[in-house]
């Protein structure tokens, strides 16, 4: 039964607007009458803005001068094909929609044309993207091989073929192991494999195959099983790349274990084997052993100028040189780098006649490594550093007689290099000593035992503008130390970012303490960042963070660097310093004057501060030379539009003259000495601490 007349129109306006696929009229003018919503949503547009306009706007502008002819075409009788077409969205975004095209004509003799859309672009694009892994796997120089649930070969890529020399063809329908395993395939693993195989699991496994030709090699099997959306196995998908380089490599380096497979020497292991040899005859023949560790100076330049081939060929023919030139070796060895090791026994059992025996070999071995090395094309002269350690019997370890020669090594290298020192026991206490205070450090930042004094910066009627955090550690044994009795110690470690963090959270909170007292909310504070916690890759995603947490807006935090940070990567040094200045932190070039400063990065980057090192305050009065660099100094903070802080100013001398010269901002042991906050606080009747 079908509908009344009367409901007709509203069924048929309701099936046009609830169609998902688009729909539109235009008429003889080319101008759309009527559009459905699904339409509207493919371009963007509502109703109200399409009604009464040309269909061509949702064209490229290429393709509006053709879709106009075949629209007055079809309208005529010509038979329009259905098709894909490219179209512009709203938002001028080209899209790819399937088109169909209707001819409705009226008692009237007007005629339209009813055309449907179906938004094809994620289709497509995911097309596209299917075919281009369809390719990559395709190509891969790894083998790729599909099977059934049974494992019989359902595809395989052009890189079986490759590995396997079976082509496509022969394969499919086979099951793989039938084809390439061969006598020496460990059936242990075969075994496995079928297990897993026959339980609907994957597997990861090393074995020997075959080519066609019959050629053994070695494959890593990665294999997965194929689901379909239901869950039900379809079948397995196996990805195979050759490892026969590795395990030829790896067997090489089993063969090789106690050889270095560049210069044949012998390595570490036996190394270590003909020391504990030496250690026990020694003792037992009352004789001196010596060991001599050898490091060829600026080896890494030769290696990274030339290339690393030339730089293996210098290692060989030092090799060689020692093999043929130093007799009497027990051992010579190479552990690695550009370091090699010569052991002797049977020195004599005084040590002062076994040191001056071993002396004359080693003035060899650096005369013999003086000498020209590559071939005539490209010859290289290089020198080397010895350290020597003198042993008798088994009281020290293997490494302790290897750290030993190390030390005395560097003491040869902090000589220039191309010599030798023997070790002492005086240098091994220094290394000990700085590692105990290494200990120390760690230790007082866990207990506390680093606090932060502070000293201000004034203008020239007293007035206080500023302060600076000065970090003291007061060390349990040996009393109140300074930054510079342990600063370079902290840098020598990642120590420094501990401490650098410490203080820049007490910083903070400090500021954060002042900016609730209208006495202290304009004072600036000053904080020394080393350039190593400076080029930590997230220093101003921390500093920022640091911030935030003590709900510090506009932070009044000067940021004290050194002119070294100047001689890092000028652009990502500008982007970290442009991301600080956007959260309101300032800067100061610290000790300026000093060291390295190129005026056009000074103007490039956002300085606000220059500080003048105490070094050109110290004879102000009495060298004219100081007294025309600061003058130089304050001209240029000038022109560069940088305020300048004088720091170091110790008398009024020296005071009197720095305002003659125009300085207006003073930082100096004449107006107060670094202090903890509670009686920084009480000298210029600032509120009082926590």
Same mark, same amino acid.
């Given at each position: 039964?079908?509908?009344p ?20 009229v ?7 009458? #009527?559009?459905n919503?699904?339409?509207? %949503? ?15 706007? #949702? ?20 038979d ?13 975004? %080209? ?14 003799g ?20 299917l075919? %281009?892994?369809?390719?990559?796997v ?7 091989i ?12 052009k890189?079986?073929? !490759?590995?396997? &020399? ?10 793989p192991?039938d ?7 460990d ?5 496995? #494999? ?5 339980? &609907?699991?994957g597997?990861?496994v090393?074995?020997?195959?075959y ?8 494959l890593?099997i ?6 379909d ?10 990805l ?21 497979p ?5 390595n ?32 890494? !330049? ?9 730089g ?16 009497g070796?027990?051992?010579i ?12 026994s ?6 002062v006649?076994?040191?001056q ?7 060899r ?7 020209p ?9 290089v ?10 019997g088994e009281g020290?370890?293997?490494?302790e ?12 290298k ?13 240098m ?18 866990r ?19 500023a ?7 007061q ?22 970012f ?28 000053s ?9 930590e890759?997230?220093f ?10 003590h &709900?510090?807006?506009?932070p009044?935090? #000067?940021?004290?660097i ?5 001689a890092?990567d000028?652009q ?12 309101g ?44 660099i ?11 539009k940088?305020d300048m802080?004088v ?10 003259l720095? !305002? %003659?010269? &125009?300085?207006r ?8 000495k670094?202090?903890?906050i ?9 509120p009082?601490?926590?």
């Amino acid at each position: 039964m079908g509908l009344p007349s009367d409901q007709e129109l509203e069924f048929l306006r309701a099936v046009y607007d609830s169609a998902e696929i688009g729909i539109c009229v235009t008429d003889e003018n080319r101008c759309f009458v #009527m559009v459905n919503p699904a339409y509207c %949503r493919t371009y963007g547009y509502s109703e109200e803005e399409l009604i009464g306009q040309s269909f061509v706007k #949702m064209l490229p502008q290429e393709m509006r001068e053709r879709a106009a002819e075949l629209h007055d075409g079809f309208l005529e009788g010509v038979d329009e094909a259905a098709g894909e077409w490219e179209v512009v969205d709203k938002s001028d975004r %080209r899209r790819k929609v399937m088109v169909t095209a209707g001819l409705v004509k009226l008692a009237s003799g007007r005629r339209f044309k009813v055309t449907t859309v179906l938004d094809v672009t994620e289709h497509r694009a995911t097309e596209r993207q299917l075919t %281009r892994l369809a390719d990559v796997v395709s190509q891969t120089s790894h083998g790729v091989i599909f099977t059934d649930q049974s494992g019989k070969v359902t595809w395989i890529n052009k890189g079986t073929e !490759r590995l396997t &020399g079976f082509s496509s063809e022969e394969m499919l329908g086979q099951t793989p192991g039938d084809l390439l395993q061969g006598p020496d395939t460990d059936p242990t693993t075969v075994t496995h #494999m079928a297990k897993r195989l026959g339980a &609907g699991m994957g597997f990861q496994v090393e074995i020997l195959n075959y080519t066609k030709a019959g050629d053994p090699y070695w494959l890593h099997i990665a294999c997965s099983p194929v689901h379909d959306k239901q869950g039900n196995l379809e079948g397995y998908m196996a990805l195979q790349t050759d490892i026969s380089e590795r395990i030829k490599i790896k067997r090489q380096i089993e063969n090789l274990a106690f050889h270095d497979p560049l210069t044949g020497l012998p390595n570490r292991r036996m190394l270590d084997d003909q020391l504990n040899y030496c250690k026990s005859a020694s003792g037992s023949k009352k004789s001196c052993s010596a060991l001599l560790l050898l490091d060829l100076d600026d080896f890494n !330049r030769i290696n990274d100028t030339l290339g690393p081939r030339e730089g293996d060929r210098l290692l060989s023919q030092a090799a060689e040189a020692l093999l043929d030139n130093i007799y009497g070796a027990d051992l010579i060895a190479r552990p690695g780098g550009d370091e090699f090791v010569v052991i002797f026994s049977g020195l004599p059992d005084d040590s002062v006649s076994a040191a001056q025996r071993v002396e004359s070999i080693a003035v060899r071995m650096l005369n013999l490594l003086g000498q020209p090395f590559g071939c005539a094309e490209l010859e290289h002269r290089v020198s080397a550093s010895l350290g020597i350690v003198l042993f008798k019997g088994e009281g020290l370890t293997n490494n302790e007689l290897i750290q030993q020669a190390n030390i005395a090594l560097h003491q040869a290298k902090k000589a220039g290099g191309d010599t030798f020192r023997f070790f002492d026991p005086k240098m091994q206490t220094a290394l000990l000593e700085h590692h105990r205070e290494m200990v120390d450090l760690r230790e007082a930042l866990r207990t506390d035992q680093l606090s932060l004094c502070f000293q201000g910066q004034v203008d020239c009627r007293g007035q206080l503008l500023a302060a600076e955090a000065l970090v003291r550690w007061q060390h349990p044994t040996r009393g109140l130390l300074l930054p510079g009795e342990f600063i370079k110690l902290a840098e020598e470690s990642d120590l420094i970012f501990d401490l650098g963090w410490t203080v820049m959270d007490v910083a903070a909170r400090q500021l954060a303490a002042w900016k609730q007292d209208r006495r202290s909310r304009d004072l600036y504070l000053s904080v020394n960042v080393s350039l190593k916690q400076f080029e930590e890759r997230d220093f101003a995603e921390r500093l920022s963070g640091i911030l935030a947490k003590h &709900g510090l807006v506009n932070p009044n935090l #000067m940021l004290e660097i050194t002119e070294s940070v100047l001689a890092s990567d000028i652009q990502n040094l500008l982007t970290k310093m442009n991301k600080l200045r956007d959260i309101g932190v300032e800067f100061s070039l610290d000790d300026f004057g000093t060291g390295y400063s190129s005026l056009a990065y000074l103007k490039r980057l956002p300085i606000n501060q220059l500080k003048i090192d105490r070094s050109f305050v110290d004879e102000l009065s009495s060298d004219q030379s100081d007294f025309e660099i600061i003058d130089t100094i304050i001209a240029l903070a000038k022109a560069l539009k940088m305020d300048m802080v004088v720091e170091g100013v110790e008398t009024e001398a020296q005071y009197a003259l720095l !305002r %003659r010269l &125009g300085c207006r901002t003073f930082q100096g042991f004449f107006f107060d000495k670094p202090a903890p906050i509670s009686e920084f606080s009480a000298r210029y009747n600032l509120p009082d601490p926590d």
